[in-house]
């Protein structure tokens, strides 16, 4: 396990009593934050993002498949997230461990919870066929902050998957009649006329049983996201985005998501220390303040 | 391997690609490009994208891991879940076992192991988009990412694929010629003294066949090896550069 | 005659031949030739050819100066991360207290930072370093910073000259290990200025004229030269 030394430690806690973060941040700043979609062919959906030198890859792949036994009439998110022993000398390989597990409920819960991705739209027959939606987060580079990079990727990613309804055609997990019931029951057709998707509507209504290769995929049914944004504690100053060193010594780690409204829509606290209330409040604050601008550069990358 | 009647290679020689029989798949390497990682590399060969991380050398833990000699070299190649068409489950599968055997096996021949007993190089590949030939796409990645972590070798590793498809040989099998051609071949070779390190075969070849789908793999190794020394240079030349211009 | 020319090789690159030269560090010789085993610059000295790494993990020689952060106290001795292959250890005989049986702890414990000796490298690589010298100490206040071992002998410069110029333009102490640890301690404009001079030599380690480069960086940002 990387040591890190006491005299790093304090030196960061000394510069924090001044106001000062090591790299020239102020407490409230992120450090830069680059979004990249579309970037793996084989993925319905794919968002790199970069903060600072952290690194996470977010891949989303559907599937059709069989709903929970208590939600029959809602598709399935599935949130997975693989700490490789590629981006850190720490990760070892083997099976998630409780880092990796809390991490992929938390982003699923910000996806989830918020209702980011309208689940009640991705179901054709209640009961027995759903679309499955696969969230998978793969670490490539950790220093620091892989809560908000990894929803952030998983949100980047799923505004940009494309449904594959041509492929599940082709290969017959879709069959024309399924699309008509999902067409109809679940108003896709608002999808279809909201991004103006030609030709899936007249096969829908035609005759034909094989779909004309040039129908286009469509989006997944989305609303405004939440964005999520990480705060960690050392002694009793707090800040955002912690790099990597911040990280290993922070105290405790509190987790906001904010939508465009300025609601709150999910929140995890982590590590061993404790917040004030009065810190819970400057959290949100930060959280807030933060999401917007992200959610500004999302927007923009995204073309929205 | 599933046999069809599609028309993988046209008469005149043309793949579904538009490729020729020898031509080979659109190859672009960086060295150096994860912080945390000792050496790194990132890759995309055809529709492959692989990252691979090397970390080491680093004592070898648990203690009975250790060889009092020499270092061990440990590869792991890894798919990600959203690499394949049909989503896979993450974490290693027998296939992901085997291709990490003989792909340490064929790096533990050209790292000169012995300047570091009782330590152990780790070599990850991160499969993070897949389209045939991925072992070898993760194998010349980490050819160029131990270079950049300042491992000592006597050469480059480098691979590429060869096969047959419509009875015909031809170079680095796409997506298409890899599930419905008729043979496989892929090699890895040490550049510098043409020693076969790795070599793995799957289909159906005459002895002829094979001499001429072994030269055409060696062949390849080759051209991919040169673009392995450029990514390699091209670092520090940026550098130097600059100072030339200041 | 030393002959530094910024020539970068890579491995399996051919540099010379037996019946000419003689094979120096980072080389390796088959069938009369001479090879390069790193990625690094090519240093030919008299009628030796070396090949100093740009990069890779630090290898410890006998007498070099260290900093290294202790992983674990046990009852007779301490494991310290000297940013090695291996973890060094460090003896009770080797410190300059009298400790009493088990009481490894009071004196050094995890985290702690220390400035070291290599003492000795055996065939299985198996490092032992030393405090006992006047010059070496436990390491208090200041900041520790790490950089490719291989670019240490530049942020150094010839006969000192580059650490020189960092510690004039501010006003920090720095103490330099072989093993590419820094320590600095001064103000926290100092200790950043440092930080950026070394990032910058890191960069463009393989350039020539960086002196002067580094030296206007530092005039820069600089406060009131002594």
Known sequence: MTIIPAIKKDYITKLAEQGKRVDGRTFDQYRTIDIETKVVNKAEGSARIKIGNTQVLVGIKMDLGEPFPDTPDCGVLSTAAEFVPLASPDFESGPPRENAIELARVVDRGVRESEVVDIKKLVITPGEKVWIVFIDIHILDYDGNLFDAASLGALAALMTTKVPILRFLQSGTLEKKDLETWYNNTSIKDIIDLYSIPGLDEFIASKNKEAPTDIKDIPLPMIEPPISCTAIKINDYVMFDASLDEELIADARLTVATDHKGDIRAMQKGLSGSFSREEIQKVIKGALDNGQEIRKQLYAKIGK | ?246 | MANEGRQIVIPSQVIGETHTMKAGRGTFVEQGKIYAERLGILSIQGNVIHVLPLKGRYDPVVGDFVIGVVEEASTSNWMVDINAPYPALLHVNEVPWEIDFADTEKYLNTGDAILAKVLSVDESKKLQITLNDRNLFKIKGGHIIEVESSVVPRIIGKKGSMIALIKKYTRCRIFVGQNGRIWIDGDAEGIALVQQAISKIENEAITFGLTDRIEELLKKDAKDVR
């Open chain 2, 1 to 246: 391997m599933m046999k069809s009647d599609i028309k993988l290679i046209n008469s005149e020689g043309k793949r579904l690609d538009g490729r020729g029989p020898e031509d080979l798949r659109k190859i672009k390497i960086e060295s150096g490009v994860l912080h945390r990682a000792d050496g790194s590399c990132y890759l995309e060969w055809g529709g492959n994208k692989v990252l691979v991380a090397v970390y080491g050398p680093r004592e070898a833990v648990p203690r009975h891991c250790q060889n009092p000699l020499r270092a061990i070299v440990q590869a792991r190649y890894n798919m990600a879940a959203f690499s394949v068409e049909d989503r896979k489950r993450p974490g290693p599968d027998r296939r992901s076992v085997e291709i990490s055997k003989v792909i340490s096996e064929a790096l533990e021949r050209v790292i000169l192991t012995e300047q570091f007993p009782r330590a152990t190089v780790d070599v990850n590949i991160e499969v993070l988009d897949a389209e045939a030939g991925t072992r070898c796409a993760g194998l010349t990645a980490a050819g160029v990412a131990l270079v950049d972590a300042g491992i000592p070798m006597r050469d480059i590793p480098v691979a590429c694929a060869a096969g047959k498809i419509n009875g015909q040989v031809v170079l680095d099998l796409g997506k298409e010629e890899d599930n419905f051609g008729e043979a496989d071949l892929p090699v890895a070779i040490s550049p510098r003294t043409g020693e076969v390190l790795l070599l793995q075969m799957d289909g159906h070849l005459t002895m002829d066949e094979f001499n001429k789908a072994f030269d055409l793999a060696v062949k390849g190794c080759h051209i991919v090896s040169d673009i392995q020394k450029k990514a390699i240079m091209h670092k520090y030349q940026a550098v130097v550069a600059a100072e030339v211009q200041e």
